[in-house]
């Protein structure tokens, strides 16, 4: 018997008469995106202030970071569906709710197992907002002005992730770690009250069942890989805890392959991934954000506790990597509607590598001018892979699982962000441990100087981290080499879209 046919959302939206008042259904989605886009990067600057305050290890602060974004990645195409089958208006507004709620029990919460969970808890509240913002902005604009509100909904989105940096160093600095989660709970009032006076609830969708097999199984999946990952600077990457969870992942992979090949309303259809340009554009953004993630965090390990700068300072030198990703996403997408994303895509790439590579000549005796140059040259790298990523896999995907095609999208931003964490971390960590064993030092101490804190006397710590970081970036680099010249064999030049449509399917997540 014939499967029936997936919905296309965007057919539907788009089709639909717009519904609702659109300035005010924008307005009041920005305050779910600003949380969201804040809590992306604020949380580089507090963790030395949190690992000092709660006593916690280099991995349980990988962990700070990996377990918002393992939940948001699990969550997100799930949080998407969710949203048609019992209106996006109404999870909006809960997730906005539980993300305040989150907030508040990180700053109370006293201990770093707490926190742990609770950032886990704004991933998965994460995850059910942010697709509803473009799957109301779908419903409520018509297709004519629908490419200007994404425009304002990727500048507020970009301002947010840019301005993370320089405010957790104002807020850890004056009022301590915690503000930098208890911000979110006066946005969070304002947004809630808001939207529910101004946003219109869509129709909900009740075709289809959920895939309530693939959520789980590519959950554990992630979950495995990104563990393992985390867990083998402790356990060894030869230990048979290690190569068991990697074993089971691929196994349960393999297991969630199958299913969804059988399922009539698969979480993500296979069919998706007969284009290379879809795979291959996913790959874009693994690599991307395994860099731009992984090497934030240690960039600010090395600013905070090698050169010893408070969080302001620290924040304010950070912010050229986050402040020039706002013009160069547009350029980005300029260059990719004239010349096309293959071209744009290999080069964002390799831009990046080259700024990753001027960042190995840096170390604590460098100007901060060896730093800053590079911060933009991956900034406008980056900014140029996004837009041209996007064209690939929205391009590529079949029209009727184009919103599938965005999810799946901003899942691998969040898987590439968690493992580029995770492997550059265990690369710092596994270059330090050896020194701080040779001096005799308890395990604590390597903790710390795989955090980048200088012990006087033992000069060999801080350069086993410093030597860490140098590799960590070389692979980061290799990486974004590697994945550009997979672009320009793999994958064909698609037919050239314009702008709008750039920047819609970059800026898609529902």
Request: net charge neutral; with cysteine; glycine share 12%.
């Amino acid at each position: 018997m014939a499967s029936a046919a997936p919905r296309n959302p965007l057919a539907d939206d788009s089709a639909a008469p717009p519904a609702g008042r659109p300035g005010l259904t924008l307005a009041a989605v920005c305050f779910g995106l600003f949380m969201v886009g804040l809590d992306s990067t604020v949380v580089h600057i507090a963790n030395p202030a949190i690992q000092t305050d709660l006593g916690a290890t280099f991995g349980e602060l990988q962990w700070v970071i990996n377990s918002y974004l393992l939940a948001l990645a699990v969550f997100l195409i799930p949080g998407g569906k969710i949203g048609d089958r019992f209106g996006r208006k109404r999870l909006y507004l809960i997730g906005v709710a539980i993300f305040a709620v989150a907030s508040v029990a990180i700053g109370l919460v006293g201990s770093i197992e707490g926190v742990l969970v609770f950032r886990a808890l704004q991933g998965l509240s994460a995850a059910m907002l942010m697709p509803q913002t473009i799957s109301l902005l779908r419903a409520t604009f018509s297709r004519e002005k629908f490419g200007m509100a994404v425009g304002i909904w990727g500048g507020i989105s970009s301002v947010s992730i840019a301005g993370g940096p320089l405010v957790s160093g104002v807020l850890v600095e004056h009022l301590g770690w915690e503000w930098v989660f208890y911000i979110n709970v006066p946005i969070a009032i304002i947004g809630l009250v808001f939207g529910a006076w101004a946003i219109t609830e869509t129709p909900k969708v009740t075709e289809g069942r959920i895939d309530l097999a693939g959520i789980i199984l590519l959950g554990l999946v992630l979950f495995g890989v990104v563990f393992a990952v985390v867990q083998a600077q402790v356990w060894g990457w030869g230990s048979g805890r290690t190569i068991g969870l990697f074993v089971a992942a691929l196994v349960l992979f393999a297991i969630f392959l199958r299913v969804e090949s059988r399922v009539q309303f698969p979480l993500l259809p296979l069919a998706l991934f007969r284009s290379a340009g879809v795979s291959v554009g996913g790959l874009v953004f693994v690599a991307n954000f395994f860099a731009i993630l992984g090497v934030t965090f240690l960039i600010t390990l090395f600013l905070m506790n090698t050169l010893g700068h408070s969080t302001t300072r620290a924040g304010l030198m950070m912010l050229p990597m986050s402040a020039f990703s706002i013009p160069s996403a547009p350029i980005g997408a300029l260059l990719t509607a004239k010349i096309g994303p293959r071209k744009v895509a290999a080069g964002g790439l390799t831009l990046m590598a080259i700024g990753l590579a001027l960042l190995t000549q840096v170390d604590a005796s460098t100007s901060y001018w060896w730093m800053a140059i590079p911060f933009v040259i991956i900034a406008f790298g980056s900014g140029f892979a996004i837009p041209s990523g996007a064209d690939l896999i929205v391009g590529g995907a079949p029209v009727h699982l184009a919103g599938v095609a965005s999810g799946f999208q901003t899942t691998c931003i969040q898987i590439g962000g968690a493992i580029g964490t995770a492997v550059l971390s265990a690369i710092v960590a596994t270059k330090v441990a050896p020194a701080a064993l040779a001096a005799g030092l308890p395990d604590s101490a390597a903790e710390a100087g795989a955090a980048g804190v200088v012990f006087d006397g033992i000069p060999s710590i801080n350069d086993g981290f410093i030597s860490g970081v140098h590799i960590g970036l070389v692979v980061a680099a290799g990486l974004c080499i590697v994945i550009a010249a997979l672009v320009m064999i793999a994958v064909r030049e698609p037919k050239h879209h314009d702008v709008e449509t750039i920047v819609e399917e970059t800026l898609s997540v529902g």
